[in-house]
């Protein structure tokens, strides 16, 4: 226990709680609240203690964004359980849908978690970093991805577009939900938000498959 604090730690627990609580602030303030004197005070421990588990507070940034980027999967997963059409087409297209909406859903639900769980994800690599699988054990970009292999094993989309493909939606569903997030969209009604969100889902999954 660090001198003058009133909370114990087991060995292995501090960077549990350390992202705990980089999490709570990020979710009140987005990325930039994540700082480590701010964490370490939140957790009730001195900021020599974080030192030990993380070199900077970019670091600490990017493991509270993998916990963001796997409650971003788990999102998408809950919406993806709806898709159960009979029809393997039809399911198919109901998959790729659940994980636009799964993604506007959580950046309009946790506009603060949204923003660190982009700004965790420096690189392609940590689009697959087990840190941020929700609980298919799949990351955001794995679950985008296996939709768009759906839709390839159906016949509904070519196999050589599936790549384009997938950076096409991650990039107009992203768009959006940071223009309802933290642009000029974000004073909109929120049901307004809900519901421009699922048009432009599923007519960007129309013209996928046109």
């Not at 509270?64 to 297209?93: C, F, K, N, Y």
């Not at 603060?112 to 392609?124: E, K, P």
């Not at 050589?160 to 997030?181: D, M, N």
Request: aromatic share 6%.
């Amino acid at each position: 226990m660090e001198a003058g604090n009133t909370r114990s730690y087991h060995h292995g627990d501090l960077d549990a709680a350390l992202v705990a609580a980089g999490y709570e602030l990020a979710r009140a303030g987005g990325a930039d609240a994540v700082t480590l004197r701010a964490t370490t005070r939140r957790a009730g421990v001195s900021p020599a203690a974080a030192y030990r588990h993380f070199s900077s507070h970019e670091d600490l940034q990017l493991a509270v964004g993998a916990r963001a980027m796997a409650d971003l999967a788990r999102s998408i997963e809950v919406h993806q359980a709806d898709a159960t059409d009979p029809d393997p087409a039809v399911r198919a297209r109901q998959r790729l849908i659940a994980v636009g909406e799964g993604y506007i859903g959580f950046a309009l639900d946790s506009p603060g978690a949204f923003d660190i769980a982009m700004f965790g994800l420096f690189t392609m690599e940590h689009a697959f970093a087990p840190e941020t699988m929700g609980d298919t054990g799949r990351t955001p970009f794995q679950l985008l991805t296996d939709a768009i292999a759906d839709l390839v094993a159906v016949g509904l989309l070519a196999a050589e577009r599936a790549e384009p493909a997938a950076i096409t939606c991650w990039s107009t569903v992203h768009g959006f939900a940071t223009l309802a997030t933290s642009g000029p969209l974000r004073t909109h009604p929120r049901p307004e938000l809900d519901a421009l969100g699922a048009r432009i889902v599923r007519g960007l999954t129309d013209a996928l498959l046109r």
